[in-house]
């Protein structure tokens, strides 16, 4: 197959493209409101309910200006272009004026194929660049719409491209959900093992909170080294060329198990620019940060230096394990950065002598490593479907660029591997 061998038609001759309401304050504040669609609620190939407007409209306009399942929505500003259709998961339902409603004027037309088409042309092809009016914001009027170009394949080879798309496209849906669900578990369980413990006990009252009688509460600072490293000069090249021993920044704190580094200074750094050699098993902290790095947690696991905006605790392993450690203050994130935003910086940061001070519990060395089993177990969880929603959604970027181009004929793919990937693992959280 070659797209090329595909005859072509416009919009216009394949689809009727209506108009939605226009949104004035009368109908937002009018009597009879009934929900409708805005621009923001049109995803890729997907329609988002989550919040939804009100508009009044009248019976008569709603006749032409409603929308029935199976209809193509066309965004008209913002994300030019983008497209979903609409499944009807609503009985009534209308839609704003910037978008545009297409209805197939033939049973010959499967509506889900312009979808991943137009994804394909305005995303990775720009075949239909030029097509937004060249206002201040560009916007694809109905016009411009109606005219553009698109290829008519055999209904069934339409169909067989639009299942393949959409089974892949549902895996990733379905990923990303497990994932979220995973991290909820995640959560719940922390803060169940963080106040109950393992064991059933009795709790008592502490400052932080209610904890396991057993358990003790002590400072951050007892359990082992605190301190942070520094940022060599990238003007000195004796700091950085040829440099073979890692140093971590911030960013690094969002793999929470550290097993290599990115970066890497040279000895006369380490000697010079008072670097520390921090060891495997050590908690490190992002200390500085506007963004979400502030107060994000990891274990290292070999041994490297440190910037000026990462803290670490060479946590004293008869006493704690540095993955209990980390999942405590896990917890403590939002509290962690509330105090790195009080700090009268423009630039939230916490200091190793907060660090020292923070209070944190501590059970029995045995029951500690067990609750590291568990949340571990629930990461290899999320790992795992995160791994696969990251494979899924670039699988379906390759096959919407060769299936659209030609590259590959729908029908010669072999595809038996895909369902497995493509639904979620025995033992899903999800």
Not at 284 to 297: P, S
Request: charged share 20%; with cysteine; net charge neutral.
């Amino acid at each position: 197959m070659n797209t090329a061998l595909w005859p072509t038609q416009t919009i216009g001759d394949l689809f009727e493209i209506g108009a939605g309401k226009t949104m004035s304050a009368k109908a937002r504040e009018g009597q009879d409101r009934k929900p409708f669609l805005r621009t923001s609620n049109v995803l890729w190939d997907e329609i988002d309910l989550s919040v939804v407007d009100e508009m009044a409209i009248t019976d008569e306009e709603l006749r032409s200006k409603s929308l029935a399942p199976g209809d193509l929505l066309v965004c008209e500003g913002g994300d030019i272009g983008r497209a979903a259709i609409w499944t009807g998961q609503r009985e009534i339902m209308s839609y704003q004026n910037h978008l545009h409603r297409l209805r197939p004027k033939t049973k010959l037309t499967d509506s889900r194929f312009y979808v991943y088409f137009l994804h394909c042309g305005f995303t990775q092809l720009g075949i239909f660049e030029g097509a937004g009016n060249k206002t201040t914001i560009p916007n694809l009027s109905k016009n411009r719409l109606a005219v553009l170009e698109v290829p008519v394949p055999p209904l069934r080879e339409q169909q067989a491209i639009t299942l393949l798309l959409g089974t892949v496209r549902s895996g990733v849906k379905a990923h990303a959900h497990a994932h979220q669900l995973a991290q909820e578990l995640k959560a719940a369980t922390m803060t169940e093992l963080f106040t109950r413990g393992l064991r059933g006990e009795a709790q008592k009252e502490t400052e932080i909170g209610w904890v396991p009688e057993s358990w003790k509460i002590v400072r951050l600072g007892d359990l082992g080294r605190i301190g942070n490293g520094s940022t060599p000069k990238r003007s000195i090249p004796a700091y950085w060329t040829d440099g073979t021993y890692p140093w971590l920044t911030s960013a690094k704190m969002y793999d929470r198990d550290i097993i290599r580094a990115d970066q890497f200074v040279t000895a006369t750094a380490l000697a010079e620019c008072h670097l520390p050699k921090v060891q495997p098993g050590a908690l490190l902290m992002a200390i500085t940060g506007q963004g979400k790095t502030l107060g994000h947690c990891a274990v290292l696991r070999v041994e490297a230096t440190v910037s000026q905006h990462v803290a670490y605790v060479q946590t004293d392993a008869t006493r704690a394990n540095p993955g209990f450690v980390r999942g405590y203050l896990e917890t403590q994130y939002d509290y962690l950065r509330q105090i790195g935003a009080g700090g009268g910086s423009t630039k939230g940061a916490l200091t190793c002598a907060f660090l020292r001070s923070l209070p944190i519990p501590i059970p029995s060395l045995q029951e500690q490593n067990e609750m590291v089993e568990v949340l571990d177990a629930i990461d290899r969880k999320i790992a795992l479907h995160q791994q696969k929603r990251a494979v899924l959604e670039a699988l379906f970027k390759a096959l919407l660029h060769k299936l659209m181009t030609g590259e590959i004929d729908v029908n010669d793919l072999d595809l038996t591997a895909l369902t497995a990937l493509s639904t979620e693992p025995e033992g899903s959280c999800a």
